[in-house]
């Protein structure tokens, strides 16, 4: 690849924000950060944000088993339209990501994505919920975030023995917080909306019993646990007092929880139906003041492509799941009341040092270089048709967004240009 | 032809029709008209006093010799039934006979659907195959909201409406606007007065939360000037009652000395199945009319059910002819109702 330099921007990152040109060299490292550099290529950059690029905890690319609605290659297309660099691969796929072979299978097609495709595997064997899968060996293999996202794990005594064997792996639990018994046949959030659409509900208490479990399990056994898409006040409480009281919990948000409310299913369009439910305009509030304060650590989007088919089925036949890679800066950026390094900071470097996923989240010489070029002035609307992801169950249709990222280059290489990926 | 031309023609038939456009002259609508029927929020307190005032009409009709007008002549109605039921399809289908419309019918038990057909790809064969009104009844809640989605958005030479026969909990229109014609009529309205129930007090018992009849009847006696208390266990209402204009009693006995009707409810027994209720016996005894609590009633009490009754569970044997029970009323009205709801939706309307 030939030297590539972005030249006149402003550069965002955890040190701070201040003018200057990057250069990137031939073999895809940051070779210097200042001003008046110069490079085979150039992208100006001027009047633009250059930032690391984005890290997503939370992407769902569907391959193996359901190519039709992404695989790991339109994944990571619609990931870099959306300023990511590195996206993690859930393991709910078919088959389960729970053993050696198929965690090499989806690393290898990583290799032949447009970013960084990082491989997470399941707690327990197909993800249902009664053998610990074996995480020491898919540990070797580079796989540091394990989860049965998709459901939570039930077993209290199963889910303590999971922590306690992944002390010395140094991996993190995630936990897709819902207590199945609570939730069960629950399609949307139960309350007002449910009750007046007739449509069978989930109480937040489902959400924040599991959380409410895990908290007290990760104090037990000292286990480092996450939780995915928080999406209830309570459990954000809880989770602000866990870390108070110095367990080291973290937690994730996702743009949709921090934008939408139960009404948008009021139509019975299941482009809005989605695991955890959309909650209530009290609960976005409490999103929002926790991304805010740091309670929850960073937006994970939960990208889970669906096929039209599917999502035009009875609102309660359809699948749950929503696309997100390609909106999520814009929907922050539009939608929450924070600083730019804030919202920054939530994209790319907490959720980057969270994974361990050490060449992202800096823009530093020596260091490879991942990197998003956003325009913050921009204004755009999100039009479902126009989506780079194989799918297009988008629930900010027809919204008008505030700032685009332009430019992505992803380890080294200029991948998204001039809103076009270049591959 | 136009919408309009289409509304005129079929407003030139109703007129050849004796004392169809007379007497629906005499109550001019105080609304417009809309495409759909797909809930009572929907159609609002003046759409409903129009569509049962226009009931008016069809009920004469039926009393008819030959009760037979040629209103919907040409019109194809097709009924979509998604969800077993005998009676709404009935009463559908002989209302549109009535009408002189042409009648489909559509089965899921007999149809592409078990064959893995999408109940998009079901609306859209049918819609090719020219329809004026789709009746949809299906077991999910919001279905008949996405195919009138699909009906406006399709690319078709004449609107479509669509009239919801039932959705899961949620809706039942037609229900709600005979519920309330049988229950106007028992309480002495004469044809042409304005449909008033303002002061009447109304229980309904039972299972609420699985309930659609439920959520259209509140909205519909609601809007209409009546007092809706709702009796049931916790574990049968609905999560949340915010927004909703009732009271809520878990003392049967005491409800019922203070009501003019009592309104009950099918229950179903997987209710019990799913651990919502202890025992049948135990909801019979505390939420059920048994002929012990039908005998205490007044005589002026009007008792109500939409069936299919299960007599000795929600309903004892001797309540069902107590002397205020207008179950059979209730059954023959549905057919006046949704002759009116069709014509009205269909360009019947006196437009003048």
Known sequence: MPELVIRGGTLVDQHGSRAGDVLVAEDGTVQAVGEGLRGAIEIDATGCVVTPGFVDLHTHLREPGKEEAETVESGSRSAVAGGYTCVLAMPNTTPTIDCASVVRDVQELGRRALCDVEVSAAITVDRAGEQLTPMAELAELGVRWFTDDGTGVQDDHLMRLAMEYSLPLGVVLAQHAENSALSAGGVMHEGAVSSRLGLPGQPAEAEELMVMRDIALARLTGARVHVMHVSTAGAIAMIRAARAGGIPITAEVTPHHLALTDECCSDYDAVFKVHPPLRTSGDVDACRIGLGDGTLDCIATDHAPHTPETKDLPFDEAPPGMIGLETAFSVAWTELDLPLETVLDRLSWTPARLLGAEDHGVIEAGRRANLTVIDTEASWTVDPMEAVSRSRNTPFAGRELRGRVIHTVADGELVFHDGEATR | ?352
């Open chain 2, 1 to 352: 032809m136009s919408r309009t031309q289409a509304a005129r023609r079929a407003d030139e038939q109703a007129n050849d029709v004796d004392g169809v456009s007379e007497q629906t002259a005499d109550a001019p609508p105080t609304t417009a008209r809309p495409r759909h029927l797909l809930s009572i929020g929907e159609l609002g307190a003046d759409g409903l006093r129009t569509l049962l005032k226009l009931t008016d009409t069809f009920v004469e009709v039926g009393q008819r010799e030959i009760p037979r007008v040629p209103a919907l002549r040409g019109k194809t109605v097709v009924s979509m039934f998604f969800e077993d039921s005998t009676r709404t399809r009935m009463s559908f289908d002989t209302a549109a006979k009535r009408l002189s419309a042409d009648v489909m019918s559509f089965a899921a038990g007999s149809s592409s659907l078990k064959k893995g057909e999408s109940l998009r790809d079901t609306v859209e064969t049918i819609l090719a195959m020219g329809v004026d009104a789709m009746v949809v009844r299906h077991r999910s809640s919001g279905a008949p909201w996405q195919v009138a989605r699909w009906c406006d958005d399709a690319d078709l030479d004449r609107p479509v409406s669509v009239l919801n026969g039932g959705d899961g909990w949620h809706q039942h229109p037609t229900q709600a606007l005979l519920d309330c014609y049988s229950l106007l009529e028992r309480r002495g309205r004469q044809v042409g007065e304005t449909p008033d129930l303002s002061g009447v007090k109304v229980a309904i018992v039972g299972d609420i939360r699985h309930s659609r009849v439920a959520r259209s009847d509140i909205e519909a006696f609601t809007l209409l000037g009546g007092e809706v208390t709702l009796v049931a266990p916790p574990t049968l209402l609905p999560p949340s009652l915010v927004g909703w204009p009732v009271r809520v009693s878990h003392d049967l006995d005491a409800t019922l000395a203070e009501v003019d009707v009592v309104y009950l409810l099918r229950l179903q027994r997987e209710r019990m199945e799913a651990g919502l209720l202890p025992s049948l016996r135990e909801y019979t005894a505390h939420y059920g009319l048994t002929a012990a609590r039908a005998r205490r009633l007044g005589d002026g009490v009007t008792v109500m059910h939409p069936g299919p009754m299960n007599r000795g569970l929600e309903i004892a044997d001797d309540a069902t002819r107590h002397v205020g029970s207008i179950v059979t009323d209730q059954v023959r009205n549905g057919v006046a109702t949704r002759m009116a709801v069709l014509f009205w939706l269909l360009g019947g309307q006196i437009d003048a």
